[in-house]
């Protein structure tokens, strides 16, 4: 991955040495370098780079479905409906009833519902989780130019006034962008999905300044997400205070996901009984940090 700083570079200094303890590699490059390594790239106005060895990108559908087939083949249940929380007595939840007419009973509950976890929970977690607009683009590169291929251009991030980011040519689908900027409030349920005419024309504008060849690339593709901010940016697990058979986890604020693998073995460790949740991810720690999200480690 390519890091991009045009104001300061604090975010990445930061970081460094905590990468580097971990045994990850990340080299600060100067900018003729970065210029004969990655023609397909204007560095105008940028003042540091680096770039990191090992990072690289995700394939977030894929890999949700790769995880519930295998947990289907090792003997788990997997059923598409709409849950709700049934009563809680003696401190415990009782059964959760579905949208189908039945119900599911069972000793432990996880409810890792994304934008929807304050809405299942309105008197715990209500607005504490933030569901926040972001579009994501997919730009087709100049016919027969394979420099933004994945072999020969990096995962991105533009760190400005605005925070871009991006991925090179993956599976023919072209090259992504996404603005990680906070977006307006959005309804996870029944918001629009269409994209806006304004942050299409940003993308743009910052496409022709950053990468120039793709200044009259054609919009092959476009899709509206939503991160579930919590109010410090950091997640949520913890145990629900009046019932000791469910646990509460999200909170990703646009993070979630990469953190998905080590979140759900410390989840499984803790409804388990082996570990104990970090204090830094209750859910007492929301009464006293109002409802804004953070962005870059910062609050807003």
């Not at 060895?53 to 090792?74: H, I, M, N």
């Not at 100049?142 to 991925?167: H, I, Q």
Request: aromatic content about 12%; glycine content about 10%; overall charge negative.
């Amino acid at each position: 991955m390519l890091w991009m700083f045009v104001k300061d570079d604090l975010y990445a200094r930061q970081t460094l040495p905590i990468a580097e303890a971990l045994g990850l590699r990340i080299d600060r490059l100067e900018r003729s370098e970065a210029e004969r390594r990655f023609p397909q790239i204007s560095f105008e106005g940028v003042r540091t780079l680096y770039f990191e060895q090992e990072a690289g990108y995700l394939k977030a559908r894929q890999a949700c479905e790769t995880v519930c087939e295998q947990f289907q083949r090792e003997g788990g249940t997997f059923l598409h409906a709409t849950a709700e929380p049934g009563a809680i007595l003696s401190n415990s939840l009782e059964r959760l009833d579905l949208s189908n007419g039945d119900y599911l009973a069972a000793d432990h509950y996880v409810f890792a519902c994304g934008p929807w976890l304050g809405r299942l929970f309105p008197d715990l977690i209500g607005e504490s989780i933030r569901p926040t607009r972001q579009e994501v683009y997919y730009f087709g590169s100049p016919a027969g130019d394979g420099s933004f291929d994945l072999d020969k251009f990096p995962v991105w991030g533009d760190f400005d006034e605005r925070m871009f980011y991006g991925f090179p040519n993956i599976d023919q689908r072209g090259v992504k962008i996404a603005d990680d900027t906070r977006g307006p409030d959005f309804d996870p349920t029944s918001g629009d999905r269409s994209p806006s005419a304004d942050n299409v024309d940003r993308a743009r504008a910052f496409l022709a300044r950053r990468f120039p060849r793709l200044r009259s690339a054609p919009l092959l593709e476009a899709r509206v997400c939503q991160y579930e901010n919590s109010p410090d940016g950091h997640l949520i697990i913890d145990r629900h205070p009046k019932a000791e058979n469910v646990w509460l986890v999200g909170g990703g604020s646009g993070h979630g996901f990469k953190l998905s693998p080590a979140l759900g073995e410390h989840v499984a460790q803790c409804v388990l009984g082996l570990a104990k949740p970090e204090s830094m991810f209750s859910i007492e720690r929301l009464a006293g940090i109002g409802t804004r999200s953070t962005q870059f480690g910062k609050r807003e």
